[in-house]
């Protein structure tokens, strides 16, 4: 037995390649996803790689992204918005969530559940949206039957001469020491969950406006490149004849289709006028580069894997979170005993 090794580098009775492999798989389908159910093991290994992949993100090494990643057409551009949504973040992308076992009749094996923290339908924050208020008042209630209030007035120490009124709390005398002990015990998790939710609700805010940001700069720099092309095309086709004109025109859409310029003109088409004149003709249903398309459509919308596919929500519905993060507030609630 080998003692002291990192749960990332243990080869999980699989050779190099396998682990590798599988390691990438997975990653690409957390990347495409922004969740995945997996076996503790595989998931904790899974945490750490996701994670590096997040950090090769920031520094934009496009390259680099290629070579720990399958499917770079897809996953490279989530990437970017996955940097540009934990820019201010130094580690602890992801999170992992128990969630249960394997079906009956197999291995029994315990699970987990993957995802990227402040992603669209991230668990902690669809908790804190249904059980904040909830949890506010009973740590009020908790509190109200420790403490009895009394409100004093003061000299503010800031304003000399102001007067103000605070809150004097003191235990009840009608409640006995193991009562006290009970409750401190409840009103400390209270406190711990309703910290961590209100934090959750602030960086899930913070992680949104970055990723309006990021896709909004990648708009303009598409809408510049765009201009700049089209005036250097303009110039090509003033010294060609009207033949020479519709064929520029054809072999640069045919370029354009199989993503020469995709990453930069997005789904911009060429069009010349009867005058010669060149124009771009865009899809209204897509104003934003090819590159940028993926991350606004499917970036947002995170899904579970197939087998585990959550109903998908309606326009003003709450996402649903993983199905391990029910069970962890069911059991937070249990323990407090409210």
Known sequence: MKHGVRVWEKKL??????????????ATDLVTFGRITTTVPKAKVLQHYADKII???????VDKMKEIIYRPDQTVPKLKLLAARFADRKGGYTRLILDGYNRVGSDRAPLATVEYVDS???????????????????LKAVQDRK??????????????????????????????????????????????????????????????????????????????????TLKNLQ??????????????????????????FSDSLGRRILRMQITGELYW???????????????????????????????ESKEGEKPAPAKGALNMM???MKNLKL
Do not use: C
């Not at 009775?13 to 997975?26: D, G, K, P, Y």
């Not at 950090?55 to 090494?61: G, L, Q, S």
């Not at 120490?157 to 004097?168: A, F, Q, R, W």
């Not at 249903?285 to 596919?309: D, H, N, S």
């Open 120 to 138: 669209p339908n991230d668990s902690v924050h669809f908790l804190a949206q249904t059980h904040l208020p909830k949890l506010r008042n009973d």
């Open 235 to 260: 110039g090509k086709a003033d010294a060609l004849s009207h033949r020479e004109r519709v064929a520029l025109v054809a072999k640069f859409n045919e370029d354009a289709a199989a993503s020469k």
């Open 13 to 26: 009775t699989m050779s190099v390649a396998h682990n590798r492999s599988q390691l990438m798989n997975q």
């Open 147 to 228: 403490y009895s209030t009394e409100s004093i007035t003061l000299e503010d120490p800031t304003s000399p001469g102001k007067l103000t009124t605070v809150l004097k709390r003191t235990i009840r005398a009608d409640v006995n020491s193991k009562q006290i002990k009970q409750m401190a015990v409840k009103e400390r998790h209270l406190q711990k969950l309703i910290s961590k939710f209100e934090r959750s609700l602030e960086t899930h805010q913070l992680a949104r406006a970055r990723e309006n940001e990021f896709i909004n700069s990648l708009e303009k720099r598409s809408e510049a490149y765009a201009l700049e």
């Open 55 to 61: 950090n090769i993100a920031k520094r934009d090494n």
């Open 330 to 332: 069911t059991q937070w």
């Open 281 to 311: 003709e865009t899809a209204a249903a897509a104003p934003t580069a090819a590159v940028v398309e993926p991350v606004i459509q499917k970036a947002r919308v995170v899904a579970q894997p197939a087998q585990e596919r959550a109903p």
